[in-house]
């Protein structure tokens, strides 16, 4: 079976555990209503990164309460790109899935939109 990536971004309102958490929720909750055939058993593993000024929790943390306790996870820091926005969650998701690319949503939520305008994106 392929596998597929789905690409999203989102910001939180600050470096506090519960705004990280809200905004990773909010950004998988966008995700999965953008691409209604995914269902967490067909996900093989998921990458969240975050700009160096979120260190109070890990947005993986947030999946884990999705009930995505089977799902590998993995937090990583975004490499300091000066243009990027602060308090940035990134996040790729590996989805096995027959579904070709081109009908595959990504969701960059706020002002995370102008990170990849190349995408078919929901914002």
Known sequence: MPVRGIRGATVASANQSEAILLAT??????????N???KPE?????LFTVTEDLTATYPAKAA?????????LMCAREIPVAESPPFCIRVLLHWNTHLP??????????ETARLRPDLKQVV
């Open 64 to 72: 884990r309460q999705f009930g995505w306790t089977e799902i590998p």
């Open 36 to 38: 209604p055939e995914l």
């Open 25 to 34: 929720r909010e950004l998988l909750d966008a995700i999965l209503v953008a």
């Open 42 to 46: 067909d996900v093989a593993s998921v």
């Open 101 to 110: 690319q081109s009908v595959i949503y990504h969701v960059y939520l706020g």
